[in-house]
């Protein structure tokens, strides 16, 4: 198993609500990518924080923003959630280092969110 | 952006036989190709990685290949074993210079060992 936490474990929300779900990074990484997973398919990058910027991002909407902190542990932020927003959320650490090659992601166990 | 195509989406083996999963993908800049197997309810696991600089890498039971000409890069597991039955992913990353990037996964293939 990685040394990537990630809480809750499980959420039920409604639409329209906000969330918030955290990623605690395996210890000497300093870049974390978060992921979302539907049902069936592979993760879909959202974004990805290296040294506490948004260092690349995916399709996804502004209402999907991110942080990550000093200590390299980020979060995912989700306003006026959607019905489609339902979904396992995965974040991956990695040691990323600026201008060398893509290193190993490692995923969290991901928190599943249910918006009804 | 980068589309990576995966194929079968299901595949099942007798025990003891190998397995093939291919995936192609589409942007010639994408330098690292990952495989990661994914047990039901758990999280993704790195099994194999290989950069654009290397044609095969092996591990083992699992091995890895990549035609960067035809863009498609595929795993291949021997002797296989019941522990091996989850859903395999593969994706693909550019390396952008910015140190890291989002991978692009295929959309999995769940690979049945039948005993």
């Known amino acids: 198993e990685t040394g990537v936490t990630q809480s809750p474990t499980h959420l039920i929300k409604t639409r329209g609500q906000q969330v918030t779900l955290r990623c605690s990074s395996q210890s000497g990484h300093n870049t974390v990518s978060w992921y979302q997973q539907a049902l069936g398919q592979g993760p879909q990058f959202i974004f990805q924080y290296y040294r506490e910027e948004e260092n690349g991002r995916g399709n996804f909407p502004p209402r999907f923003s991110g942080l990550q902190f000093p200590n390299y542990s980020s979060e995912l932020n989700v306003n006026a959630l959607e019905l489609d927003d339902s979904a396992l959320y995965l974040c991956?650490?990695?040691?990323?280092?600026?201008?060398?090659?893509?290193?190993?992601?490692?995923f969290g166990p991901g928190t599943r969110l249910l918006v009804l | 952006g980068e589309n990576v195509e995966q194929h079968p989406s299901t595949l099942s083996v007798q025990e003891g036989d190998s397995a093939v999963i291919k995936c192609t993908y589409s942007d010639s800049a994408s330098n690292y190709f990952p495989w990661y197997k994914q047990e039901l309810g758990k999280r993704p696991q790195l099994i194999i990685d290989i950069r654009s600089n290397v044609g095969e890498k092996k591990d083992q039971r699992i091995a890895v290949t990549l035609n960067k000409t035809a863009k498609h890069f595929s795993l291949h597991i021997t002797e296989t074993q019941p522990e091996d039955s989850a859903v395999y992913f593969c994706a693909a990353s550019i390396d952008s210079g910015g140190g890291a990037d989002g991978l692009t996964f295929g959309k999995g293939t769940h690979l049945i060992i039948q005993p």
């Open positions: 991956a650490s990695s040691r990323g280092l600026a201008g060398y090659q893509v290193e190993t992601q490692y």
